[in-house]
């Protein structure tokens, strides 16, 4: 099994939640308990990670990454701790509430049960 894979098996369990919790990278801000997320696989854009306040502010081009494996939450009650962006678009980016480092994930105003946070953008624990 390739690296991936491995660390994969260890954090999605076998009905496809999240078996650890998801904390911020960079506070260590509880985001998700276990349990409450399913692994889902779907290209999305999420600009580089910074401070709220420069993440509404997004004029001209912005650096970021296409990224595929996410944590799928269909309630924003399910969260611990997370803020959402101001609207960029149809677009709210999730943030950590405590130290508002972001975005951590997508969740778009047309779906309002599909709240996205990306596996590379959060460590669990």
Known sequence: MDKE???RSD?????????KSVLCQRCGSKVLCP???????????LPSMRKKSSLSN???SVNGDTL?????VDDMFSFE????????????YLICADC????????????????YVALDRVNHE
């Open 11 to 19: 954090l999605v369990s076998e009905d496809g939640k999240n078996i």
């Open 81 to 92: 701790n997370v803020g959402f962006t101001k609207d960029v678009g149809k677009i709210k």
């Open 68 to 72: 595929t494996a996410h944590w799928l």
């Open 58 to 60: 997004t004029e001209g």
């Open 5 to 7: 894979g491995t660390e």
């Open 100 to 115: 508002e480092i972001g975005p951590i994930g997508w969740h778009c105003l047309d779906d309002k049960k599909k709240f």
């Open 35 to 45: 349990g409450m997320a399913v692994f889902a696989e779907n290209e999305l854009f």
